[in-house]
């Protein structure tokens, strides 16, 4: 493909799919990946990730080539829009790409730029790993027994946007529709609503749980968490878990079995590299994450919970400035942080950027480079643990010595080095 405002590296090799069926792809050691900075403190870390990331696959005997794009500012500047077509079009040619937070401006014509990179790439399960990294403050006692990974869908529930405005003729006919034809005319208020329609689709749920599944297989976890509020949506979450053990108990045999099998035939003896698949209310796994921390190992949910779930697992191991995360599609992944664009620290290199090089780190995982990937994390908790940190966390530690976003970067690539 050619591109307009886009230069690609003189060197480099494409990221090709080798199996159609199970998305498995062929990874050469001088991929062609794009990034984009992303919009905000997106100038600052962006960069730095770039270069650790670059350090890191150096060490491992490869060679990344990157692919600068655009999205949000930097695409305003160059395209006068916020998502261009090329953009999207060179992510899904290189298949595996970076990018950092962007903000949606108000009047954009996109509910959000994350949202709708997410959504014109089908890109369905948003991956994001929590676990502890030494020397991190946290406000809990033992933060190190969190290492838990949530798969949260990510192409309907509300992120398919079907909702209807307070005071439009549009939802008052979907009022009448619900109250007279379809009966339910005890359960709205009278006056101003607002409506919206909550799709879970046999699809979606099917594909988060088995990539679920096969992320909990091929990374030797135990277990996999199918969390829902089913006890009350009983057509929506109630049918996700239901589909979720559909796909279990139908598509992968002895390598996985349900909770209920593992106490009424195994007396709570679990067979050796299985994965055991089991599920919980919402509200109460929100509790079990603080009191149960270590009983949990994969998660797979819808977007809301898993929203939920993530955010409230991060905060345990020392909030989202750490917190890494990426959308999983067919032979495809798009890497990003939890975190946003937080514009008013945009240029000052004081930010974090360990939740963006984690990130990298997680793709470097999909890319099937493990050592690159635990190098990354080994580096980034070498740096941490001996108190070289950003302003965030120095202002926790007792005796730290506060660098800059670049001198940060700087420090781990030394580290990678040095552990490399």
Do not use: C
Request: glycine fraction near 10%; charged fraction near 30%.
């Amino acid at each position: 493909m050619s591109y307009d405002q886009i230069e690609p590296p003189e060197s480099g090799s494409k990221i090709t799919l080798a199996d159609e069926e199970t998305g498995e792809l062929s990874v050469p050691d001088d991929p062609i990946i794009p990034i984009i900075h992303g919009d905000g403190i997106g100038v600052d870390v962006g960069p730095v990730a770039q270069d650790v990331l670059e350090a890191a696959a150096e060490a491992t005997g490869r060679e990344i080539n990157w692919m600068r794009v655009y999205a949000g500012e930097s695409a305003r500047e160059r395209y006068d829009e916020n998502l261009p077509e090329e953009t999207v079009e060179a992510i899904r040619e290189h298949r595996v790409a970076i990018k950092g937070p962007l903000t949606t401006p108000v009047g954009s014509g996109f509910r959000s730029l994350n949202v709708a990179l997410r959504q014109t790439l089908d890109l369905y399960a948003n991956v994001r790993p929590t676990y502890y990294l030494d020397g991190v403050p946290s406000p809990v006692k033992n933060p190190e027994e969190m290492d838990m990974v949530t798969f949260r869908e990510n192409t309907e529930d509300v992120y398919a946007g079907i909702e209807w405005e307070a005071g439009t003729d549009e939802v008052e006919q979907v009022r009448e529709f619900v109250e007279e034809d379809m009966g339910f005319d005890d359960v709205m208020h009278e006056g101003p609503i607002g409506i919206g329609v909550k799709p879970i689709t046999e699809k979606g749920s099917k594909r988060l749980v088995r990539e679920a599944i096969d992320y909990a297989i091929e990374n030797d976890r135990d277990s996999v968490t199918l969390v829902h509020k089913g006890n009350i949506m009983k057509f929506t979450e109630a049918q996700f878990r239901d589909w979720g053990y559909e796909v279990a108990e139908e598509e992968y045999g002895e390598n996985v079995i349900t909770e209920d099998t593992l106490w009424e035939e195994q007396d709570g003896e679990q067979p050796e590299g299985t994965v055991v698949v089991n599920d919980r209310i919402a509200d109460n796994m929100l509790q079990q994450l603080l009191t149960r921390t270590d009983e949990y190992s994969v998660i797979a949910t819808m977007n809301l919970n898993g929203d939920y779930m993530s955010d409230a697992a991060g905060a345990q191991i020392g909030g989202l400035g750490i917190a890494p995360g990426a959308n999983f599609g067919h032979g495809r992944v798009l890497a990003e942080p939890v975190h946003g664009s937080a514009p008013k620290y945009a240029g000052q290199d004081k930010v974090n950027p360990t939740a963006l090089i984690l990130s990298g780190a997680l793709m470097f995982g999909y890319l099937g480079w493990d050592d690159a990937d635990q190098l990354v994390r080994d580096a980034v908790e070498e740096t941490i643990s001996s108190g070289n940190v950003t302003y965030d966390l120095e202002r926790q530690i007792e005796g730290g010595t506060k660098l800059a976003t670049s001198e940060y970067g700087e420090k781990v690539i030394e580290n990678i080095r040095d552990l490399a």
